[in-house]
């Protein structure tokens, strides 16, 4: 995936049009969207100010907004504020703004161009990145609600669950051989699957108490996946 301005960016011959007129697929409404008590073009001055919407250029002179502080990332990627996310659409809609904000289509703007496309950039690379994984997507929808599970929190874990955790722990330290590191991979998976049907149900509920507390195990399983991961590596 991108990262900014160093990420390989490959555009297949012929696929994406080139220059700004390219970036009329999110803008072809720009025009009759924009009122008289719209904030100002940067550069123009005429009505545009921060995309909304899927307006990311000045109507009339073209020019690179700045990204909308007050947009969260369910709205940017064009997904509804819900646990459930088609991440197929969710992954294409990445593709999409990259094509448009991406670093390397404004090699040859405006400095303010360049700054606002790296930013835009770094903004769906985070976007993404947090709607795609479960976990990240629970603990995003619980911030907007304004409930913050802070890292090292046990949130009054029953001591059955911490039980149960500490083996699994003790399990990996001892797991010698691809066979014991499969067995150990397949319970969290489970866990994991079973945890994150949970949260779905809770958020449907709008019991966000219990997301909470399910949301917080699949983080003790997310931290024994990658002491999974680190003790794969080959010293």
């Not at 670093?103 to 606002?116: A, H, M, T, V």
């Not at 949130?155 to 067995?183: C, P, R, V």
Request: hydrophobic letters at 30%; charged letters at 30%; glycine letters at 8%.
């Amino acid at each position: 995936m991108w990262g900014g301005r160093t990420g390989a960016f490959l555009r297949p011959s012929g696929w994406w049009p080139t220059g700004v007129l390219g970036r009329r697929l999110l803008n072809c409404n720009a025009a009759s969207l924009a009122g008289s008590s719209s904030p100002r073009c940067w550069n123009c001055g005429g009505p545009g100010g921060p995309p909304r919407g899927d307006r990311f250029f000045c109507p009339q002179c073209r020019a690179l907004q700045p990204p909308d502080p007050t947009r969260d990332y369910f709205s940017l990627m064009g997904c509804n504020r819900s646990f459930r996310v088609d991440t197929v659409k969710l992954q294409h809609r990445y593709q999409q703004l990259q094509r448009l904000v991406h670093p390397d289509f404004f090699s040859q703007r405006s400095q303010n161009e360049k700054d606002f496309s790296e930013k835009h950039s770094t903004l769906v690379n985070e976007a993404y990145k947090t709607l795609l994984a479960p976990l990240s997507r629970g603990l995003y929808l619980l911030k907007l609600r304004g409930i913050e599970i802070p890292e090292g929190t046990d949130y009054e874990m029953d001591s059955q669950f911490l039980t149960e955790i500490m083996e699994i722990n003790e399990k990996l330290a001892e797991a010698h051989g691809e066979t014991a590191m499969k067995e150990i991979e397949s319970i969290v998976r489970a866990k994991q699957k079973e945890l994150t049907d949970d949260v779905s149900r809770a958020f449907e509920r709008d019991n966000f108490e219990k997301a909470k507390e399910l949301l917080t195990k699949m983080r003790y399983f997310s931290n024994v996946e990658e002491k999974i991961k680190l003790k794969k590596i080959p010293l």
